[in-house]
C-alpha cells in the first residue's frame, strides 16, 4: 500500500511540486524586473554571459589556492552526483520508463562505485567544512544543513537500495528522493538551474564593460 | 538629504532587482567570496565575508521574494529588519567594502557582491546609516561642487601656477571644443602635476579640449554614500556643462570610482544616454600614442610595478592601456602576480577613504598590498587614481616601506618628445 504510494501518486505529486517550483523560482527572479543598461557598451553582453557561464566552472588562481578544500570537496561531489543522477543503471531505466521513454548507456558497476564514493567524500568534505570553518558557519543556515542531509540521505539509500537489492530500501530511497524533489525549489538547492541567471547576468553586465568575468 | 528608518527599508526593498535575486537564489554559502577580500584575508574576521555583509538585505529579500520568508511573515514568525540591524551593519556595509569587486570575480555562481553592497547602500543611506565623513563630502559636493570644498576660485588658482609652470594657457568653457576634461579634487589639491601633465600632453599632441567652469569635477560622492538621487544630480551637472559646450568627449581623469561613475553608471542615473562620449584619460593617451599624435622618446629603467585602480581596470574594462602605455616609457615594468581584473585594491576605494572612522582597519587591510610588493621586490608603483594613490602612500609610510608612488599620466608626460626636439 505504502509501496505503491510511493511509486505512483506520490512520485507524480513530487514531479509536479518540482516543476511548478521551479518555474515559479524563475518567475519571481524575473518578476523583480531589471532596468536596461544605457551605458554605451564595449561589446556585446550575450557573449558576456555565454562566456561567464562557462569560466565560472573554471577557479580563478588565487580562490583556487585559499579555499582548495572547498573546490576540490565541490567538484568530487557535483561531478559523482552528476555520475550518479543520470548514470547509474536503475536510474537510466527508471527515467527510461516513466520520463523520457528512452534510455541510454549506464555506468558499469565499478564505475558507479567510484562515482558513489567520489560523491560522499564530497559531501562530506563540504559539510564538515560548513560546519567547522568560522566563515561558513556564520554563512550557513538551516536550509543549507537539511538541504545538504537530504542529499545525503539519498545518495546513502540509494546506494544500500543497489548493493542490497532490497525493495524496501528502493522504496525508502525513493520516498526520500520525492521529498527531496518537493524540498528543493523552496531551497538553496535551486542554484542549480539558478546560476545560470547569476552567471549571465554577471557575465553580461561585466562583458558589456569588456572584462572578461 | 532626509534620514527615516522606514524609507530605508523601502528603498532596500526597491533596490532588489532580477539581478539581485538571482544573486541571493543561487548563493551556497560556500564562503569562497571570503577568500578574495582583502577584509577578511587580512584580519580573518569572517564577518568580513562579502556576501555576509548583504545579510539586511538578503532578509528583506527572503521575506518579500521567497515563499518561506512570506510564510513566515503570515505566521508572525519572521523578525523584521530593525534600526539596531543597520546599525550593526552600518560598519561591514560601507568601512569594510570598498566595492572593488574582487569577490564578484571568483564567486562559483557568478554573485556580483559589489553590485549587491552598491545597491544596499541607497538602502542604509536614506535609511541615516551612514558614516558621517561620507555624508559630509556628498553634502559639499552638492552644495559647494566639491567633496573636499574644492571652488572654482581654488580651480583657477591651480591653474595659474600650471599656466605659469608649462608658459600654456589652460582653455577654459570653449565652446566647441573636442574634449572636456574633468578632475578630481584630489587632483586639485595634492597633486596638481597630474593637470600639468595633461596640459602638456595635450598640447604637444595638438588636442582640442577644454575645462568647464560649470563642472570639472570628476568625482561622485553619491555613488559612494549610496543615493542615486546625489550622484545622478552630480552626473547631470557634467552633461549639462558638456552638452552646452558640445563636446564630442568627456575626459575622466585618473580617479576610479569618478570613471565607473560617469561612463557606466551616469546614462542609467539620469535615464538616457548621452550625446558625447566619455573616455578615460589612459584610453586617449593610449589611443594619441597609437595614432602617432603622442610622441613618446626615451623611459626609464627603474624596475616598477603597476597597481589596478579596481574602477578602472577590474569594474572599468580599461586594462590593455596603462599596460601599453607603460611598455612604451618603462623598460623594467613587472607585474604583481595577482594583477589586471584580479588586482588587490589599496583598501580606501568605494568612501573608505572618506570615512575617517576606518581608518585603522583601512591601514590593516593595506598589508595585502604591502605584501604583493615585498613579494615582488620593487620600490616604484604607479598607479592611475589620486585616491589609490593617496591611501597607497599613506599605507606605505605607516608599515615604513621604502616604496615610491607616481601617476601613470605623470610618468608618460615625463617622455614627451617636446616640439623643439621634434
Ligand atoms: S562565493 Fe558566492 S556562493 Fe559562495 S558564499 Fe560567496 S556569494 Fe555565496
Ligand atoms: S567588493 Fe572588494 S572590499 Fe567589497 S566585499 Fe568584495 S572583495 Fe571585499
Redesign the pocket.
Known sequence: MIGQLIDGPLWYFSLAVFCLGVLFRFFTILRAGLKPDLAIPRAGGAAGALRNLFTRFVPRRDVATRGRLTLVAGYLFHLGLFALLFFARPHVDFYAERITGFDWPALPYWAFIISAEIAFIGLLLLWLHRLLHPVTRLLSTADDHIGTGLVFLVMLTGCLALAQSFEPLRLLHLFLAELLLIYFPFSSLMHTFTFVFSRGYTGAIMGRKGVNA | MEHDFAKGVEELGRQIDSRIASYFSSCVHCGL?AE?????TETGDPR?T?IY?LEPMRRLWKEQHTFWGKFAVKLGLSKPLTEQDFADWEELVYD?????????MVCPVGND??YM?RKEREGFSTAGYSPVGMQEATHRALTIGSPMGVTLKTLKAALAHVEKDTGLKIPMDQQGADYMTLFSSMEIVNFPEYIESVARIFDAAGVSWTISSEAFEATNSGIQIGSHEAAGELVSRVVNAAESLGVKFVISPECGHAYSAIRWEGPNLIGRPYKFEIIHILELLDQLQKDGRLQLSGHTDTPLTFHDP?QIVRRGGVVGPPRDLLGKVASGFVEMADHGTMNW?CGGG?GVSANERAEELRLKVFDRKRKQLEELGVKTMVTACANCRIVLEEGIEDREMDVEVIGLTELVAEYLTTKSAQ
Open positions: 567570496c578574495a577580500c582583502l577584509f577578511y568580513y562579502p555583509k569594510s567594502c570598498t566595492m572593488c569587486g574582487r569577490c564578484s557582491i559589489a553592497i579596481c585594491c568605494g
